[in-house]
């Protein structure tokens, strides 16, 4: 296991001193974030050992389908692009709390409004990791982090402008798709000649479908605990209302009230919503992330059994040029070509897809223990709070 | 004197709270005392100017009043009805020996105390009697028989013709008496306790020296009252147990006297002695007097117990209703009201004890309702439910008791204390609502969770809404709570179904209180209500608000516990695929702490449903009780208008007539007026009766409410803090794991 594999969706473990790269900082504007993205580097390709560049989402899309369409990466797992910012739903909520606003007390309006920021920010800076999760993974990859389109991506201090993907290629890329799932379903009936690939396919397979489900299972999860938080929220609120309003006569019935208020405002409230969204961090974003890691991997196997295919063809048509007496060199080349590009693939696939697992492990490994640990503090805190509440309610 | 303030409403302590309150009762019980002396005065006056024989109530009243004292403002009330309270002095002294070794475990003398002193309503229509029979006493005697005859053995009396008074003593105490008989049995041995405390203050702890239940609440008062009270007690104990401190020779009469009563058969040898014992004492000394009253009471009451017993107190209540008009011309009657405009303080700090007292008070009668079980098939199919009784209480026969009651007999038992006892302005507890959809689903017979859930609900609120019943202490006494508890058979409630005529009947009323509702517009006197109907409005409302919130966390809950369940699963599943030995593990525990947490979300779900949500529509329910009640009062000042109105017209009638000089028709317009007044008085009366009983049942309500709020809060706290700490441990066995992952 290597160690600049040791990486893991929210950690930023880099090893290799040589190129080291982050995101300090992200600005919003409208539909676009604009990221820094900062470069410190030892290695002599780049200019200058320290520089800032800013990046849009879309120069993320771009770099990470270069790297795709470039042949030599076939054999490697390329490192997913990160997933288009997504800053509806909070939007939305937003937007529709201000509809709301007559309907709530003021102060629940405000308190909506701060849940709501900080459901904001929390996604603007899972956004921003995600991105950085993806340039790191690139420059703690021993071919990738060489990769001239890379470097540019890094050095470049000018906007790169892109060009946005315009109808037809839009068009183009999903029919690629489908030219390339039903590819998948012809090669399928191509004999597996390594034992290990066939077998890491059918891994990949079930592993990929079960990951989905899973993930789908765990976003469903976490929305309900933020539901409940949101919950909790409300209650507070109007527990506030109601012993500001309960008769001064009886302030012991105030008092609970009031306690009780404050136990959900800043017990269940901060720590449910922290426990959702530890949990969204640790526990659904690891496997998203790795849900789409498996769809690169296994990516990177159709390419494999792409080549295997194309070996297999050009195999014939060099038998057939034999029967026919032509073409016998040119097909001997090709059929040479395709194995020798096959047995590389073969090659690298089989080393990426062992990191890949030693990877998978790995991050797994920390974000669970994370997580139990996350659980178990909030638990705990929840259960000082509790104990305190009670205590003051037997008290008086 | 008193004729000014006592039109005025009750004046009842402002809004403000409970210190101020206290503040005012130190100032009501000062100009109280005045208003007995006064009243002495009078009282000894008129009797001069009238046959002696009416001073003898008054005098008593109002010497009872000194001595009492006199202070206890709550006594006032008592003092009205002086006969009844030193009947159960006397109880009380003889009971003494067995209460002062066994306090709390003789029940019966302190639950009539408990009773007749404890609680408004009671005491308001003993004043009531008192007055009416005052009141018939300055009219003449040839009233008093018809009134009296109905309820008490003393008609015969009457024909005695040496003294109107002894009757009248006599249907006074038989009045109260039946009340007392009535309702009296059970109630909360401490509650008694306290209310004596209340009333007699240090008299309480006087005749109970050492009386373990003294309350340290009545202290403060005591140096109000210095040895009126002694003396007083002195008095009547010495009656009993030979103790007398001074005026020897005076109780010396008394317990001349005491003797010849106790032949409770013999009414006329009550009354002979009884004017004799009277007037003689009285005159010189007023401790005597109500040691004579206290001994002829005592013996009435036994009597009265045998006669009285089986009278509904309602029948007894009506009496003193029908008797009230009378009262209203006297000069005796006058000094009544003055006096019942007291008792609202004295009620409310006499509840405040009581409450004090109740707070740690284990309830005497515990009901729990269980077994919740399908009978019938199909659409006739209904849930029967074991209602558990356990009790100490005397009254019940058996210490614990099990009947099956279905759910329209719980509704035709609200039915039933509703219609008798709200319009006294009490806050009858409901039961949960009907939910056909909810019935409907358990009659089909699906074995779900939800209707699982519903029966589960519905059987908690049942056991909720009769605990709360018997916890009522004039609730308790209803005849047809006991049946209910008890009796193994019930008639079916017909009146509860939806489609039955009678809830057709329902419904119309239903609509027109909602109209009449809306169109009575009541100036409201009383800045007390007014500020408490709009707390309740707005508790109304916000608890309403909560308990949609709180459904909705518990459908949130239950939302996340399905979830989790289904993460579980598919952690599980992602753990089977998982090729590294270890991650797989790992995952599968995962799996299962996850399905652990699925559990516990699910037990959250429950507690919130249970202990929060359903603490919550309770009060919702209740609440509409309480508005129910404010309704009740606004009802009986609506009849108070209307009557006033009304006697108005007649007076224009009246005046018109005499201008018109139509003598004939004159005398007609001159009755109506007389009878008009008194209805106008009665009706006031009323109002003001339910007036002072629906504050005490606020006040009550929310005393237990805050108490039942923390109870339920801290409970549930509990409960949450069980799930978080069952979670640690969850996720602390899962960490090795994790870690283990290599």
Request: hydrophobic share 35%.
């Amino acid at each position: 296991m290597l160690p600049e594999k040791l990486r893991s969706v929210s950690v930023d473990l880099n090893n290799d001193a040589s190129l080291l790269i982050d995101i300090p900082d992200a600005l919003c504007e409208r539909d676009k974030v604009k990221f820094t993205v900062h470069t410190k580097t030892t290695l002599s390709s780049f200019q200058k050992p320290e520089f800032s560049v800013p990046r849009q989402h879309e120069d993320f899309i771009w770099l990470h389908d270069t790297l795709v369409e470039t042949e030599d990466y076939a054999g490697l797992i390329i490192p997913p692009a990160p997933p288009k910012p997504d800053f509806e739903s909070p939007r939305e909520k937003m937007h529709k709390l201000g509809e709301g606003e007559a309907t709530m007390t003021k102060e629940e309006y405000t308190k909506m409004k701060q849940e709501l920021e900080a459901e904001y920010l929390a996604v603007f800076k899972k956004t921003v990791q995600v991105h950085e999760v993806f340039l790191q993974r690139l420059s703690s990859h021993p071919v990738l982090s060489k990769d001239r389109n890379f470097q540019i991506f890094l050095e470049y201090d000018q906007d790169l402008s892109v060009r946005r993907k315009n109808a037809k290629e839009m068009f183009g890329g999903f029919f690629k798709n489908m030219v390339k799932s039903a590819d998948e379903v012809l090669i399928a009936g191509v004999k597996e000649v390594d034992d290990f690939f066939e077998q890491e396919k059918t891994f990949l397979l079930d592993y990929f479908s079960k990951i989905k489900e899973a993930t789908a299972k765990a976003e469903k999860m976490t929305r309900s605990h933020k539901n409940i938080a949101d919950d909790y929220i409300r209650l507070s609120a109007t527990l506030n209302s109601l012993s500001a309003e309960e008769s001064t006569n009886y302030y012991i019935i105030k008092f609970c009230l009031k306690l009780f208020q404050n136990f959900l405002r800043v017990c269940l409230k901060k720590v449910e919503g922290r426990v959702a969204s530890d949990e969204e961090l640790k526990l659904t974003e690891l496997l998203r992330y790795y849900m789409r890691d498996i769809q690169a991997a296994k990516d990177l196997l159709y390419r494999r059994a792409r080549a295997l295919a194309d070996y297999e063809n050009s195999n014939k048509a060099l038998d057939k040029a034999r029967l026919k007496g032509k073409d016998v060199s040119q097909a001997e080349e090709h059929q040479k070509r395709c194995l020798q590009k096959f047995d590389t693939l073969s090659e690298s696939g089989k080393k990426e897809l062992t990191n890949f697992k030693a990877r998978r492990v790995v991050a797994f490994r920390k974000n669970l223990v994370e997580m139990a640990e996350l659980e178990v503090k909030h638990a705990k805190n929840n259960m000082t709070l509790l104990q305190g509440c009670i205590e003051l309610l037997s008290g008086n | 004197m008193a004729s000014s303030s006592e039109r005025s409403p009750p004046p009842f302590p402002d809004t403000e709270d409970q210190d101020v309150l206290d503040s005012e009762e130190v100032g009501g019980r000062d100009s109280d005392e005045d208003d007995g002396e006064e009243l002495f005065m009078s009282a000894s006056n008129t009797p001069l100017t009238k046959q002696d024989t009416p001073t003898s109530p008054d005098s008593q009243a109002s010497d009872l009043m000194e001595d009492l004292s006199v202070g206890p403002p709550s006594s006032q009330t008592e003092k009205s009805a002086a006969s009844s309270s030193p009947e159960e002095f006397v109880d009380l002294t003889n009971n003494l020996e067995s209460r002062v070794a066994a306090e709390s475990s003789s029940p019966e003398p302190s639950d009539e105390f408990f009773d007749i002193l404890g609680s408004e309503t009671q005491k308001v229509e003993v004043e009531a009697s008192v007055k009416a029979d005052s009141g018939e006493a300055s009219s003449g005697g040839p009233d008093l028989p018809g009134e009296k005859t109905g309820s008490s053995s003393a008609a015969p009396i009457i024909n005695l013709d040496n003294d109107v008074q002894p009757p009248r003593i006599g249907g006074k105490v038989i009045d109260p008496l039946a009340q007392i008989l009535g309702d009296t049995p059970a109630a909360d041995p401490k509650k008694p306790s306290s209310a004596v405390v209340d009333l007699f203050e240090d008299d309480g702890s006087d005749i109970f020296t050492g009386a373990p239940q003294s309350k340290a609440s009545s202290r403060p008062e005591k140096g109000l009252f210095g040895e009126p009270d002694e003396d007083l007690f002195g008095g009547p104990l010495g009656a009993m147990s030979k103790k007398t401190t001074e005026n020897e020779g005076k109780s010396g009469t008394a317990k001349a006297a005491g003797p010849t009563f106790s032949k409770p058969t013999e009414p006329a040898d009550i009354f002979t002695e009884e004017a004799a014992a009277t007037t003689v004492p009285r005159t010189s000394n007023t401790v005597n007097s109500k040691a004579n009253g206290v001994h002829s009471e005592e013996d009435l009451f036994t009597e009265a117990t045998v006669e009285l017993s089986l009278d509904s107190p309602r029948s007894s209540r009506k009496n003193e209703e029908t008797s009230k008009p009378s009262a209203s011309s006297s000069s005796s009657s006058l000094s009544a009201p003055a006096r019942q405009a007291k008792p609202p303080p004295a009620a409310l700090e006499e509840l405040e004890d009581e409450e004090e007292a109740e707070l740690e008070d284990k309830f005497d009668v515990l009901v729990s309702v269980k077994d919740p079980e399908k009978v019938g098939d199909g659409m006739n199919a209904y849930m029967a439910y074991k209602v558990s009784t356990e009790t100490t209480l005397p009254m019940f026969r058996n210490k614990l008791f099990t009947v099956r009651r279905r759910f329209s007999d719980f509704l035709g038992l609200y039915e039933k204390l509703s219609e008798k006892h709200g319009p006294n302005g009490l806050i009858v507890p409901p039961p949960p609502e009907k939910s056909i959809l909810g019935m409907t689903k358990v009659k089909v017979g699906k074995e779900d969770s939800s209707s699982a859930d519903f029966v589960e609900r519905r059987r908690g609120a049942l056991e909720r809404y009769l605990q709360r019943v018997v916890n009522h202490p004039l609730l308790l006494q209803d005849p047809d709570v006991r049946e209910f508890l008890e009796k193994d058979e019930l008639p079916r409630a017909v009146s509860t179904q939806t489609l039955s005529g009678a809830g057709f009947l329902k419904m119309i009323n239903k609509a027109t209180d909602a109209v009449s509702k809306m169109t009575i517009k009541m100036n409201e006197s009383d800045a007390w209500f007014e500020e408490k109907l709009q707390e309740v409005e707005s508790a109304d409302q916000h608890f309403r608000k909560l308990h949609a919130l709180v459904e909705s966390l518990v459908v949130h809950r239950k939302e996340l516990s399905l979830n989790t369940a289904n993460f579980a699963k598919s952690a599980a599943m992602l753990g089977s695929a998982e090729d590294n030995t270890a991650l797989s593990r790992a995952l599968s525990q995962l799996a299962e702490v996850e399905d652990k947490i699925e559990q516990l979300h699910q037990d959250q779900a429950a507690y919130d449903t249970f202990s929060f949500a359903e603490l919550i529509a309770d009060y919702i329910r209740l609440l509409g009780a309480v508005r129910g009640s404010f309704d009740h009062r606004i009802k009986a000042w609506q009849r108070w208008q209307d009557a006033q109105a009304m006697l108005q017209k007649k007076r224009e009638t009246e005046a018109k007539l005499l201008w018109a000089n139509k003598p004939d028709k004159l005398q007609q317009a001159k009755d109506e007026i007389v009878e008009w007044e008194a209805r106008v008085t009665q009706f006031e009366r009323d109002f003001e009766r339910v007036s002072a009983t629906v504050r005490k049942e606020v006040l009550r309500f929310e005393k237990q409410r805050t108490k039942n709020f923390k109870r339920q809060i801290t409970k549930y706290l509990e409960l949450l803090l069980q799930s978080q700490q069952q979670l640690i441990k969850y996720w602390e066995a899962f960490l090795p794991e994790a870690k283990a992952i290599a």
